[in-house]
């Protein structure tokens, strides 16, 4: 029901976008996020938005380089990643909750009950 693609191989500096379609049930009513994780690490948090766009909030490590944002006419959400580094590289998971809750959960993967199978991100030095 949600399905990532955009990911692929880019050198440092580059961009990349990824596209999270979603299908099967209604997504717009909820907030969304990008998590990612890298070869023998945890996965973490790497963005969030809101149901309709108007909250957004990144990871300190992607700020100012990566923007979220969704179109819900669209079922789809996006993360543009700009200025790319190498430690980008790792499998980028999009998720959607399924229950309105306070924004302040935004960043615990436990609320997020639908994941996309992810999409690897490789940047190169």
């Known amino acids: 029901q949600l399905q990532a693609s955009g990911g692929g191989l880019v050198q440092a500096g580059g961009s990349l976008r990824l596209s999270c379609a979603t299908s099967?049930?209604?997504?717009?009513?909820?907030?969304m996020g990008w998590f990612r994780q890298a070869p023998g690490k945890e996965r973490e948090f790497v963005a969030a938005?809101?149901?309709?766009?108007?909250?957004?909030d990144y990871a300190d490590s992607v700020k100012g380089r990566f923007t979220i944002s969704r179109d819900n006419a669209k079922n789809t959400m996006y993360l543009q990643m700009n200025s790319l580094k190498p430690e980008d590289t790792a499998v980028y998971y999009c998720?959607?909750?399924?229950?309105?809750?306070?924004?302040?959960?935004?960043?615990?993967?436990?609320?997020?009950?639908?994941w996309g199978q992810g999409t690897l991100v490789t940047v190169s030095s």
């Open positions: 998720a959607s909750d399924s229950e309105i809750r306070p924004w302040s959960t935004r960043r615990s993967e436990r609320i997020y009950n639908y």
């Open positions: 938005v809101s149901w309709n766009g108007g909250s957004t």
């Open positions: 099967g049930r209604t997504f717009s009513s909820y907030a």
